[in-house]
C-alpha cells in the first residue's frame, strides 16, 4: 500500500511539473533530495551501531539484570505475572531506555528479544498475556527524553536549531505513556478482554 502511495506522489509531482513547465526543476529536486537522503541515513548509521554496541556490552556485563533489580518496583506493578529476575525484565527495561534516548531504531532488536522472553513464560503460545499487550503498549507509546533520531535527521537536513523539539517531544510521549498504561491495565480487568476466554474459544476450533 505504501508503494502505491509513493508512487502517486512521483506521478502527480511529473503531471503537474509537465503542465506547468517545471519538469526540469522536479528531477533536479529528485536528485538533490536522494542525496539528502543518503547523507541523513548514514547519520542515523552512526546512531545506531553506538546504541547497539551499547546494548550488546550490556547484556554480556550483566548490567541488564542489575537495571533489572533497580527498576523492580515499577517492573513488580506493571509485570505482576512476569519474575522479577527473569531476563526479559532486563531486556524490558533496555528498550525503555532506548526509547527514551531516542534511538528507536536501536529499541527494535532488544523490543523483539523482550518480547521473545515474555513468551517463553506464555503457557498459551496462541494468546497474548497481559505482561505482552503491556509491554506493547508502553513500547508503542515510546516515551521520549532526548530524541536523539530525530534530532539527527534535523541535523542532516540542515536545520539551525533541532534541540527545539525536545520539550515538545517529552510532553506529547509523557502524556502518550501514562495513556498507553491506564488503558492497558482498565482493558486487562474487563471480562471480555480475558485471557481465559480466547484459549477456550482456540480449545474449540
Not at 548509521?45 to 550483566?62: D, N, V
Not at 516515551?143 to 539551525?160: D, H, M, R, S
Amino acid at each position: 500500500m505504501l508503494g502505491y502511495i509513493w508512487l502517486f506522489f512521483i506521478v502527480t509531482a511529473v503531471v503537474i511539473g509537465g503542465f506547468t513547465g517545471r519538469i526540469a526543476e522536479v528531477g533536479q529536486a529528485a536528485i538533490d533530495y536522494a542525496k539528502i537522503a543518503v547523507e541523513i541515513s548514514l547519520s542515523l548509521i552512526g546512531i545506531m551501531c553506538l546504541w547497539l554496541g551499547l546494548m550488546k556490552l550490556a547484556e554480556e556485563s550483566g548490567l541488564i539484570i542489575l537495571i533489572a533489580k533497580l527498576i523492580k518496583p515499577l517492573t513488580k506493578w506493571l509485570f505482576p505475572g512476569v519474575p522479577p529476575e527473569h531476563p526479559a525484565m532486563g531486556n524490558v527495561a533496555m528498550n525503555i531506555s532506548a526509547n527514551a534516548l531516542g534511538v528507536t531504531n536501536a529499541a527494535t532488536p532488544i523490543g523483539i528479544k523482550a518480547m521473545k522472553e515474555l513468551q517463553s513464560l506464555n503457557k498459551h503460545k496462541s494468546v497474548a498475556t497481559n505482561a505482552m499487550c503491556t509491554f506493547l503498549a508502553i513500547n508503542t507509546a515510546g516515551v521520549q527524553l532526548v530524541p536523539a533520531t530525530i534530532i539527527g535527521v534535523l541535523l542532516g537536513a540542515g536545520a539551525k536549531n533541532p534541540t527545539v523539539i525536545i520539550a515538545p517531544t517529552i510532553f506529547a510521549t509523557g502524556i502518550a505513556l501514562i495513556t498507553a498504561i491506564i488503558v492497558v491495565k482498565a482493558l486487562e480487568k474487563l471480562s471480555i478482554f480475558r485471557t481465559e476466554n480466547y484459549i477456550e474459544e482456540d480449545e474449540e476450533q
